[in-house]
């Protein structure tokens, strides 16, 4: 009989179990409630707050909204959001992950520190355009801040000006480290680097090596919009090419399973425990457990 193990430490972080608390408690309350964006980068998490009464709505949305309550996930928001919110009357629950939210004050507070030419610093952010988290760190700079998420973007930045570069939370250590090595290879002024990764989220990738290394067979859960599910699935892959990226247990092949005797199931700081518990059960129904 096949084993089947869930990663005990897998599932939401920290932010992301924070703000579904907050939601949960609001729609208890009111039964209503909207979230900026989607609450969390699943589509079965999202679905099941939908179910009791949580409307996910755009910024274009908000502008229009009056004296509703909305709440801000974990990625944070940039300062006009919250003035729009003000202007309309909206009471705001504010989610944002207290290590997003310290980053946030860290650049807006070094971008107000003008240099001795009278120009704002020039802040580079490592991380991915128009993900939520980045259009708030670069909303804290009045939208100049520079984001690359590659070493081919580069270019961007003006290398005889004092560089400082900070990173999206959930980017890979590594990846940062490459950059700080380009851009200290590049640079004709000062440079100045901060690494303002989660550890809660980096310490993962060790762990999900291990775990990915010790099964003969991973199925690892996560939505399509997860940029950390991005990250983690090819962790898996590289330490064992027998690994499926699925986003619920309805995508389960049968063949995958065949003549597996230890089976892991992991997913990303987006996914619901619950839903790695569907996985684990479908598996063992295919496998007659």
């Known amino acids: 009989m096949a084993t089947i193990e869930i990663d005990s430490e897998s599932g939401f ?3 992301v179990v924070t703000a579904i608390h907050k939601a949960e408690e609001e729609l ?5 409630l909207y979230c900026l964006g989607d609450i969390v980068h699943n589509s079965n998490e999202v679905e099941r707050l939908q179910s009791k009464g949580l409307q ?7 502008q229009q909204l009056h004296d509703v309550t909305v709440l801000l996930r974990a990625h944070g928001e940039p ?3 919250y003035r729009t919110a003000e202007r309309n009357g909206i009471t705001v629950i504010d ?5 997003v939210l310290q980053l946030q004050r860290r650049i807006h507070a ?5 240099q001795p030419d009278g ?8 991380g991915k355009k128009g993900h939520a988290e980045v259009n708030g760190l670069v909303g804290q700079t009045d939208g100049h801040a520079i984001v690359v998420e590659s070493i081919d973007e580069l270019g961007r930045i003006d290398f005889t000006r004092d560089i400082y570069l900070y990173s999206q939370t959930t980017k890979s250590l590594q990846g940062f480290a490459a950059m700080v090595d380009e851009i200290s290879r590049r640079r004709q002024a000062g440079f100045e680097y901060f690494d303002t990764i989660c550890r809660q989220v980096a310490n993962r990738i060790p762990r999900i090596r291990e775990f990915a290394r010790s099964h003969d067979l991973i199925l690892f859960v996560c939505g399509s919009k997860s940029s950390n599910g991005k990250i983690l699935y090819e962790e898996c892959r590289q330490a064992n090419p027998t690994s499926y990226q699925i986003s619920s247990a309805c995508e389960i092949s049968p063949s995958w399973l065949a003549g597996k005797e230890n089976i ?3 997913g990303a700081t987006s996914t619901p425990r619950w839903l790695m518990e569907q996985v684990r059960q479908a598996a063992a129904g295919m496998l007659g457990q």
């Open 13 to 15: 972080c920290f932010g």
């Open 28 to 32: 208890e309350k009111s039964g209503q």
């Open 56 to 62: 996910t709505i755009t910024h274009d949305e908000l």
């Open 79 to 81: 300062p006009e959001t």
């Open 95 to 99: 989610a944002t992950c207290p290590v």
């Open 110 to 114: 070094r971008y107000n520190e003008l």
């Open 119 to 126: 120009r704002h610093p020039q802040i580079v952010i490592y």
């Open 264 to 266: 892991g199931i992991c």
